[in-house]
């Protein structure tokens, strides 16, 4: 069989540091030239592609999915099938989905499950992290296999969901110190569990039903706690960590306090985060439960403080927390605002959102951009170079885009497996035209080009070896 050869002409190729317009020569999977007017003559390759007028974008990655997630007495709507082609419709090529421990069971069950649910079924690349909610002797021993020989070195830990997912300071003490001697490391969904937990007692049993009461029940100050407890915890055994899904003003603080000592605080946001404030909860009767996921969301000044804690670089990375569930799902709790599945659908809007809110309207630059929906995770999580930029020996993951377009974003559009969208009539410019994975055509004019299955599992690198890997350089050839 003969390698397929394929070329990108006059793009401009954007990454975290720098853009130029040229040429891109794919080989195969990987890119194999850059440069200005490549001296490859388009009938000598099989597939040419005219990009003038577009960016050229590395592919997204969202470093936090939840596919068919078994959460609340249901499950995720988004299939690996249907998720991830969603993502590729949306500039996403790879993600990192949750594998989460059930209570009881080992860590290697938990990945061997999820491997099940996504091996021959999704359809973008994907890794994993490893939620561990039950760490005692017997999963401590599985850790450094799970990182040498598995290809996951990242773990998740809740600090929340007391009963279900819910690990304790000492839990995670000691899964730090594990993982950390083999270059693992560990990620927390920061809330304090048992605050959380007071208040929807006290607020049940005062009749109080409504959606609205989910935020109320879900402090600023509960995550703010919680974010500067796991960050002393980190500092205490000198480990790397990372703040899943942060939201709001005080927890970034305790960030920007754990810099004065000189402490790295690897920290990601989500879009819904940045665009998105809590006055949606006081939509008339049930519809605020689109948007109950935890933590929930918070006041115009905390959107402005993540913007500004992106420009500060506070936060590296923006994911979705893409935990879809339709309608009919969610009203399993109408009677009572604890019992809505939390989560929400995002993994298609994400990059045109980024895009749209925060280059088109001079907040972060492009490379910032670059930076926040794909190098940084990749680097952060050991997938860099291979994911994450536009170089030479890269997968050729790319995403074509038109900065001129302007959309819509709806229900009635959207590839997502869920009914309804969680920025209904939002405007947009700047659309996905076409996504590369791995040099092959994924999706064109919002046709998928292939299906299901052809995603690849990418195993990862242990944490600091990802971070020693050096930024390659784009130079004209
Ligand atoms: O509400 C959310 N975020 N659901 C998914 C599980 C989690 O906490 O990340
Ligand atoms: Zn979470
Ligand atoms: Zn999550």
Same mark, same amino acid.
């Given at each position: ?14 990454? +975290? ?11 195969g999977e990987t890119v194999q030239a850059i440069g200005r007017q490549l001296p490859i003559a388009p009938e000598q390759v099989d597939t040419v592609i005219d990009a003038t007028g577009h960016y050229l ?28 082609? +969603? ?53 401590? +021993? ?45 990620? +927390? ?236 009539g939002w405007p947009v410019q700047g659309k996905v035209r076409t996504v590369l994975l791995r040099g092959t055509v994924a999706i064109d004019q919002g046709e998928a080009k292939i299906g299901k299955g052809f995603g690849q599992y990418i195993a990862r690198a242990p944490y600091q070896q990802a971070l020693s890997n050096p930024l390659q350089v784009l130079t004209p050839a």
């Amino acid at each position: 069989m003969t390698t397929r050869t394929l070329l990108i002409q006059n793009g401009t190729v954007v990454t +975290a540091t720098e853009h130029m317009v040229a040429d891109v020569y794919i080989v195969g999977e990987t890119v194999q030239a850059i440069g200005r007017q490549l001296p490859i003559a388009p009938e000598q390759v099989d597939t040419v592609i005219d990009a003038t007028g577009h960016y050229l974008f590395p592919g997204g990655i969202d470093a936090h999915t939840h596919m068919e997630l078994p959460f609340m007495g249901t499950f995720a709507s988004d299939t690996f099938e249907t998720g991830t082609l +969603a993502g590729l419709h949306g500039g996403t090529t790879t993600i990192v989905d949750f594998a989460i421990q059930r209570q009881g069971d080992s860590l290697n069950a938990a990945l061997d499950d999820w491997h099940r649910k996504a091996d021959g079924h999704a359809v973008c690349d994907y890794a994993f992290h490893l939620g561990v909610t039950d760490f005692n002797p017997n999963t401590r +021993a599985e850790i450094k296999d799970i990182i040498t020989r598995r290809g996951v070195s990242s773990f998740k830990t809740f600090m929340a969901y007391k009963g279900a997912l819910m690990v304790d300071d000492r839990q995670m003490l000691s899964l730090m110190n594990e993982a950390g001697q083999f270059g693992g490391m560990v990620t +927390a969904h920061c809330e304090n569990g048992d605050m959380i937990d007071e208040l929807v007692t006290q607020h049940r049993a005062a009749g109080h039903t409504a959606p609205r009461y989910h935020a109320i029940c879900h402090p600023e100050i509960a995550e703010t706690e919680a974010t500067g407890r796991f960050i002393d915890l980190a500092w205490q055994g000198k480990h790397p960590c990372y703040v899943v899904h942060l939201t709001c003003e005080g927890a970034l603080n305790r960030v920007r306090e754990a810099t004065r000592r000189n402490q790295q605080v690897n920290v990601e946001t989500c879009i819904q985060y940045l665009l998105l404030d809590d006055s949606l909860y006081d939509k008339p009767g049930f519809e605020g439960a689109k948007w109950v996921f935890s933590p929930p969301l918070r006041k115009p000044k905390d959107q402005e403080a993540l913007w500004s804690g992106i420009q500060q670089g506070l936060i590296h990375h923006v994911a979705t927390d893409h935990c879809p569930f339709c309608m009919d799902q969610k009203r399993m709790g109408e009677a009572d605002f604890s019992k809505i599945p939390n989560g929400a659908p995002g993994i298609e809007n994400r990059v045109e959102l980024l895009y749209s809110e925060g280059v088109a309207k001079g907040r972060i630059s492009l490379n910032t951009f670059v930076d926040l929906m794909s190098t940084r995770a990749a680097k952060i999580f050991g997938m860099f170079p291979k994911k994450g930029t536009i170089a030479v020996g890269s997968d050729a993951d790319i995403v074509i885009f038109n900065p001129d377009v302007q959309h819509t974003l709806s229900v009635k559009t959207q590839h997502m497996n869920v009914d309804y969208n969680a920025y209904e009539g939002w405007p947009v410019q700047g659309k996905v035209r076409t996504v590369l994975l791995r040099g092959t055509v994924a999706i064109d004019q919002g046709e998928a080009k292939i299906g299901k299955g052809f995603g690849q599992y990418i195993a990862r690198a242990p944490y600091q070896q990802a971070l020693s890997n050096p930024l390659q350089v784009l130079t004209p050839a």
